[in-house]
């Protein structure tokens, strides 16, 4: 048995963070919290994606294009 005490077995958190902080718990609130305020997830994630793309893509052209460059 892993767990000592009744109320250990029982917990709502992960051995990882503890009972005050649990990033997979934070990250379950926050998409329920996009999903109530009807954020939807994978449109989001394209739209920073292909902003992020554009705009490496600018600094590339401005530092001239090229794929390989000397160091």
């Known amino acids: 048995e892993t ?3 009744d109320s250990a077995k029982v917990a709502h958190f992960c051995s990882m963070c ?3 902080f649990c990033s997979m ?3 379950q609130d926050v998409r329920d ?3 109530a305020q009807g954020v939807d997830e994978q ?3 394209a739209e920073v994606a292909t902003a992020g793309m554009e705009q490496k ?3 590339f ?3 001239g294009a090229q794929i390989y460059s000397k160091v």
Do not use: D, F, Q
């Open 61 to 63: 052209v401005n530092k």
């Open 43 to 45: 449109a989001a994630l």
């Open 18 to 20: 503890g009972p005050h």
């Open 57 to 59: 893509a600018v600094e």
């Open 33 to 35: 919290y996009a999903l």
């Open 3 to 5: 767990l000592p005490r």
């Open 25 to 27: 718990k934070i990250t």
